[in-house]
């Protein structure tokens, strides 16, 4: 079975500071992993993918996301937080033996960026 | 390019009416599409999944069903809604990852 989980609901941050979101997974076989931003009543906008190879990825707006294979975990992360950033935000996971490519979500983490 | 559509964007019907939300997509074909259901604007929870005209999973037992009449439309149903059918609606599509969401359909059963 395949689960993710954000532990945190809500990470509050400074405008121009770095900013961490938690994600932590677990799946039979090799992970694909996935963030992505919803903005309010809108559909989710995909910000960045990890299948194979460089454990860190960069994605969109300045976005990144580091795989930890020992930890599980595929956190996401951006240098300098703009208040444009404040949103809520997905991490997701398939198997990828799973064929039908169905993504499994955390719950989600709400940031906020301080002005 | 390939896009993603999805109506109503917000729908408010009363207890044990009728349901049909509609999502098409352009620009590729035979795609996989997916419903997910998303709650108190928080978690997503997959509820169908189709790979072709007239193959639908559901991945939840519930008061909603799926259609998939052409290849690249996907519908979602419900003869009789109830109150716990209100959510935020999001239809999917995705041949290799990453998924492609539409922007959602705000349903509140009265």
């Known amino acids: 079975a395949q689960s993710v989980a954000q532990p945190e609901d809500q990470v509050n941050v400074a405008e121009g500071n770095p900013l961490t979101v938690k994600c932590t997974y677990s799946v039979s076989g090799n992970p694909y992993l996935f963030w992505y931003v919803q903005y309010p009543n809108r559909g989710l906008q995909f910000l960045l993918k990890y299948i194979t190879g460089d454990n860190l990825v960069k994605g969109s707006y300045g976005f990144e996301a580091e795989f930890n294979k020992s930890q599980t975990s595929f956190h996401l992360k951006k240098p300098s937080a703009l208040v444009s950033d404040s949103a809520l935000y997905f991490c997701?996971?398939?198997?990828?033996?799973?064929?039908?490519?169905?993504?499994?979500f955390g719950t989600g983490t709400r940031l906020t960026v301080i002005p | 390019s390939q896009t993603i559509h999805q109506w109503p964007a917000t729908l408010v019907q009363p207890v044990g009416s009728p349901l049909s939300l509609e999502c098409t997509v352009e620009?590729?074909?035979?795609?996989?599409l997916y419903w997910y259901r998303q709650a108190a604007g928080r978690g997503l929870q997959l509820l169908f999944y189709?790979?072709?005209?007239?193959?639908i999973s559901s991945e939840v037992p519930q008061n909603l069903s799926a259609s998939r009449p052409q290849d690249r439309q996907f519908i979602l149903s419900s003869k009789k809604l109830l109150l716990s059918d209100s959510g935020f609606y999001l239809c999917a599509w995705g041949q290799h990852s990453p998924l492609h969401f539409g922007n959602g359909t705000r349903l509140t059963v009265t």
């Open positions: 620009g590729t074909s035979n795609p996989n």
């Open positions: 189709s790979v072709g005209i007239g193959q």
């Open positions: 997701a996971v398939r198997a990828d033996q799973t064929g039908a490519n169905n993504l499994f």
